[in-house]
């Protein structure tokens, strides 16, 4: 009797617990795939369209001048990989580096080295009327200017001799491109200075196609 008293007390006992212990389910609903991703589109969206380059502040080449402009790019495509210069200069550098104010000019491209021991550059500049020989002048001085500095990175003076101030009418351009070719390093100074010559030449014959007929 005492045996069965027991059982059903255990019985009864479990039944109890059982009754009594929590839900171990979750209660929160399920968050599907499709779910997540419609939480993330704004912000996955903006990083697109700046990796695009739609929303970026990448610096573009904007010419005024639309045969200043076709100039600058055949230049470029003239030398193709060899085309060193890659960093714009603005309105304050063209005067503060150049001595060539706002009233002087119509529409410039002026495009030099990112590395200061580096000196190949292009500047294209549409001179205001009777203003060419103003500017031409400030592009000399730069030149003679730069002959005078060459002493502290003397390997290049070959490229600063053989660079060149150009006008075509009211077109002045400043010509500082190309490298001087290893094997003609090495046969010497002379040698350098006229590979130089060979390399600038390259653009300043591109530049004349445009205004010679």
């Known amino acids: 009797m005492k045996k069965r008293t027991m059982i059903f007390a255990a019985a009864a006992l479990a039944a109890g617990l059982t009754a009594c212990a929590p839900k171990t389910e979750a209660t929160a609903p399920e968050t599907t795939i499709e779910e997540t991703q419609e939480t993330v589109p704004a912000e996955s969206e903006e990083n697109d369209e700046t990796a695009s380059g739609e929303t970026g502040t990448e610096a573009s080449t904007e010419i005024s001048d639309e045969l ?7 230049v470029k495509e003239a030398y193709g990989e060899k085309y060193v210069p890659s960093m714009m200069f603005d309105e304050t550098m063209m005067e ?15 495009e030099g080295p990112m590395i200061s021991a580096h000196v190949e550059m292009f500047i294209g500049v549409k001179a205001k009327e009777g203003k060419a020989a103003d500017v031409a002048k400030a592009l000399e001085d730069y030149r003679k200017s730069q002959l005078d500095g060459a002493l502290q990175y003397p390997m290049n003076m070959p490229k600063i001799e053989a660079s060149e101030v150009v006008t075509h009418g009211d077109y002045v351009f400043f010509i500082m491109l190309g490298s001087p070719e290893m094997e ?15 390399n600038n030449q390259i653009a300043v014959d591109t530049i004349a196609g445009f205004f010679e007929s």
Do not use: N
Request: proline content about 0%; aromatic content about 10%.
């Open 68 to 74: 200043l402009g076709k100039v600058y790019a055949a």
């Open 184 to 198: 003609a390093e090495e046969q010497g100074e002379e040698a350098a200075l006229e590979s130089a010559k060979e």
């Open 96 to 110: 503060g580096t150049f001595g060539i104010t706002k009233d002087q000019y119509d529409s410039y491209v002026a």
